[in-house]
């Protein structure tokens, strides 16, 4: 069974201060990793993917996520966060059957 | 980019009554959707797999009888709710299997069932 983690309810940050927002998996055979981002009563909108390759992957709105295969996990990454950055977070994995994290709500503070 | 869409956006339906959600790729064919339900403040649970021009493959404890999928064209996919209840009311999402290995997801339905 595949499963994948978020650890954190809620990440708050600074505007202009790096944001990472934690993702670990577990997943059989080769990961397809994913990161999207929700906007309260909206869909979801497609950030970034892992499928093979370099571990740094970049996305769209200046976001980027590192995979790392010893520590199963594939945190996403700004180096400098906006106030419209806030919202909600999910990692996903899996292929075909994704399956989703809980989802981290981000903060991002004028 | 891919786009997926869905309709309505939101309903209000009575108790028993049913309710239709449709999902459709607009430029692109898409032999696989998926559709998922979300509660309040909860992440995204796969419902269903609908393949085109085959029965759905049901996720283990949803009702196959309550939510009929069909997926008649490539770039179709409905949800209907059948003798919808209040707990039914949830927001739903569908998501389209396009190239290169990555879903596409809707807008999402918010269903209210009163």
């Known amino acids: 069974a595949q499963s994948v983690a978020q650890p954190e309810d809620q990440v708050n940050v600074a505007e202009g201060n790096p944001l990472t927002v934690k993702c670990t998996y577990s997943?059989?055979?080769?990961?397809?990793l994913f990161w999207y981002v929700q906007y309260p009563n909206r869909g979801l909108q497609f950030l970034l993917k892992?499928?093979?390759?370099?571990?740094l992957v970049k996305g769209s709105y200046g976001f980027e996520a590192e995979f790392n295969k010893s520590q199963t996990s594939f945190h996403l990454k700004k180096p400098s966060a906006l106030v419209s950055d806030s919202a909600l977070y999910f990692c996903?994995?899996?292929?075909?059957?994704?399956?989703f994290g809980i989802g981290t709500k981000l903060q991002v503070i004028p | 980019g891919a786009v997926v869409s869905q309709h309505p956006s939101w309903v209000i339906c009575k108790s028993g009554t049913s309710v239709k959600i449709e999902c459709r790729s607009l430029?692109?064919?898409?032999?696989?959707m998926f559709w998922y339900r979300q509660f309040p403040k909860q992440s995204l649970m796969l419902m269903a797999t609908?393949?085109?021009?085959?029965?759905?493959?049901?996720e283990q404890g949803v009702e196959k009888d309550k939510f009929l999928i069909n997926h008649a064209s490539l770039t179709l996919s409905t949800l209907t709710v059948t003798s919808a209840h209040p707990e039914d009311s949830s927001f739903y999402i569908c998501?389209?299997?396009?190239?290169?290995?990555?879903?596409?997801f809707g807008p999402g339905t918010r269903l209210t069932v009163l």
């Open positions: 998501s389209a299997e396009g190239p290169p290995d990555e879903q596409f």
């Open positions: 997943v059989s055979g080769n990961p397809y």
């Open positions: 892992y499928i093979t390759g370099d571990n």
């Open positions: 996903a994995g899996g292929y075909q059957k994704v399956t």
């Open positions: 430029d692109f064919q898409a032999t696989t």
């Open positions: 609908s393949n085109e021009g085959s029965k759905a493959t049901y």
